[in-house]
T-cell receptor
Framework: DAGVTQSPTHLIKTRGQQVTLRCSPK?????VSWYQQALGQGPQFIFQYYEEEERQRGNFPDRFSGHQFPNYSSELNVNALLLGDSALYLC???????????FGPGTRLLVL | SQKIEQNSEALNIQEGKTATLTCNYT??????LQWYRQDPGRGPVFLLLIRENEKEKRKERLKVTFDTTLKQSLFHITASQPADSATYLC?????????????WGLGTSLAVNP
């Protein structure tokens, strides 16, 4: 079992560009959540996907959007990147009826 | 608004001692409280979950208490080892709807010195 995987591991973009981050959940998990973690901060919830629909959303602007595919994998898209979007982006998955989330290693995004 | 506070300063302890980390919260009634470990540049790793109707939970050298009256959880690592050095995060979760999203503290950095 590979656990939660994310790609890419690191990414450098410039302001105004768009980025897509990818996540494959742990085997048997169907719910995927995305978090943004700035340096020295706790993770901030972006949104959660289940059955290919966004089920919950945190306080993030519409520039942040996502998608979940039939195989439960997910993408996070961020448009019109700002310097403040620089952070570690974490994906977490969990199974039906479970409260425990399993996190991937994250994607480190740097916006210049 | 909901607020979670963890020990703001880093905790330095000697190997073999018990580390105690604190998580306090306000304006929230969580159904669950979770503790995670995070190493630099890595994703958080789940350690323990405790429910609102549970007072204490243990797992090997780890112990978590949950006092919903004080709105506080304590996380203990007994017989600490240098390998326990990491940042420890607490996260709260409600029971239904949009409250089910995890709300996180900033974390407490623990250093166990040999």
């Amino acid at each position: 079992d590979a656990g939660v995987t994310q790609s890419p591991t690191h990414l450098i973009k410039t302001r105004g560009q768009q980025v897509t981050l990818r996540c494959s959940p742990k085997s048997g998990h169907d719910t995927v959540s995305w978090y943004q973690q700035a340096l020295g901060q706790g993770p901030q919830f972006i949104f959660q996907y289940y059955e290919e629909e966004e089920r919950q959303r945190g306080n993030f602007p519409d520039r942040f959007s996502g998608h979940q595919f039939p195989n439960y994998s997910s993408e996070l898209n961020v448009n019109a990147l700002l310097l403040g979007d620089s952070a570690l982006y974490l994906c977490a998955s969990r199974g039906v009826g479970q409260e425990t989330q399993y996190f991937g290693p994250g994607t480190r995004l740097l916006v210049l | 608004s909901q607020k979670i506070e963890q020990n703001s300063e880093a905790l330095n302890i000697q190997e073999g001692k018990t580390a105690t980390l604190t998580c306090n919260y306000t304006n929230y009634s969580p159904a669950y409280l979770q503790w995670y470990r995070q190493d630099p540049g890595r994703g958080p790793v789940f350690l323990l979950l405790i429910r609102e109707n549970e007072k204490e939970k243990r797992k090997e050298r780890l112990k978590v208490t949950f006092d919903t009256t004080l709105k506080q959880s304590l996380f203990h690592i007994t017989a600490s080892q240098p390998a326990d050095s990491a940042t420890y995060l607490c996260a709260l979760q409600g029971s239904a709807g949009n409250n089910r999203k995890l709300i996180w503290g900033l974390g407490t950095s623990l250093a166990v010195n040999p």
